[in-house]
């Protein structure tokens, strides 16, 4: 799938907001040492993405990261997967923290 369609799918599915359980959260992370590896090269670069999903109101969320080489959010294959889970997972919430979180951890 083209990253430009997935990226207008997933918005499409953010838009739409909360209508209840399953729920699907998207976090991206940078990291402040810029040009490790693994991480992103710029300071508006994701160089992770955590996808969390939560089957049922109270319950612990199950955790998925992707990390990419360069900018997750850019990231044709990663988009492309997150779509698929969130279909797959018949999610009726996906929420998107906007902005990339700082990453402290290697």
Partial sequence: MHLDKAKKRIAKH?????????????????????????FGKTPDSASQLVISYTEEEGAD??????VSADDAREDETIQSTLLKIIERADAKTVTEI???????EY
């Avoid at 209840?20 to 040009?35: I, Q, R």
């Avoid at 969320?61 to 992707?66: A, D, L, M, S, V």
């Avoid at 906007?98 to 402290?104: M, Q």
Wanted: glycine fraction near 14%.
């Fill in 61 to 66: 969320p199950q955790k998925q990261t992707f």
């Fill in 14 to 38: 953010v838009k739409k907001g909360f209508h209840g359980y399953p729920l699907v959260s998207l976090e991206y992370f940078g990291k402040e040492n810029f040009g490790k590896e693994h």
């Fill in 98 to 104: 906007d902005g990339i979180s700082i990453l402290n």
